[in-house]
Every structure is written in C-alpha cells, then in structure tokens.
C-alpha cells in the first residue's frame, strides 16, 4: 500500500528543489537544497511534525524510494559539477547533517525554521570546505 502523504511531501520537494539555482554557484545551490529541505517545515511545522513521524513508521514504497533516490542524484549532480570530491558519500552527509539538525530542532518544538536555516548553511561550507581537500 502506498502513502499519499509522504508521496504528496516528497512531490513538492522534489517540484521546489535546487534545479533553478543550478550553475549558480556552488554556495546558492547548497542554500538551494537547504531551503527545499525546510519549506515544508517553514509553511506548516506542525503538518511538517506529523509528515516526518509517520513516514519514520511506515515502509518506503518503491514511487517514494525512487523520488528520494532522484533528489539524491540532484545533489551529488551539484557536488560533482564543483569537482567535490566522492560525491556520493558528500552528498549522504549532507543530507544527514540538514535531516538530523532539522528533526532534532522539531523533536525540541523549535519552530524558528529560518533560524534553522542559518545554522545549517553554517555547518555545511565547513563540511564541504574539507571534503574537497580530502
């Protein structure tokens, strides 16, 4: 049985991600991603709450696998386009990093997503600054 509402979730991110910043350097992109990865958050945090506990419950059916693996490739397409080196592993922890801050700062009832916004795009350069000399 599929989910409709983390397909509906994953659609929009999808719709709303870094594609428009693509060839903007690789600093816009990344704030780019950050915000595709919060908008949900930022319009609704409640709903955002409800969407990331229940797909943390449910399996991943194979549209939603394939949705996550794309937005996946849209990132390592970034990295790999500014020669960051094993773009693959990068681009997993930055996912990692962005998921984890973001659902830590639910789990705590932050909802000040663009004070969240700003310390993610703070931990990011430094990853990505010593990724690239590895």
Do not use: W
């Not at 932050?110 to 600054?129: E, S, T």
């Amino acid at each position: 049985m599929s989910d409709p509402i983390a397909k509906a979730r994953a659609r929009c991110d999808k719709q709303t991600g870094p594609t428009q910043s693509s060839g903007q350097g690789l600093e816009r992109e990344v704030d780019a991603l950050i915000s595709a990865t919060l908008r949900h958050h930022m319009l609704n945090p409640k709903l955002a709450q409800a969407f990331e506990h229940i797909e943390d419950q449910l399996p991943m059916d194979t549209e939603i696998a394939q949705l996550k693996q794309n937005m996946a490739r849209l990132v390592v397409d970034a990295l790999a386009r500014y020669g960051i080196n094993d773009p693959e592993a990068t681009a997993f922890d930055l996912v990692a990093i962005g998921h984890g801050m973001s659902h830590a700062a639910i789990a705590a009832g932050h909802q000040d997503f663009d004070n969240l916004h700003r310390r993610i795009r703070r931990a990011v350069p430094g990853y990505l600054q010593q990724a690239s000399s590895d």
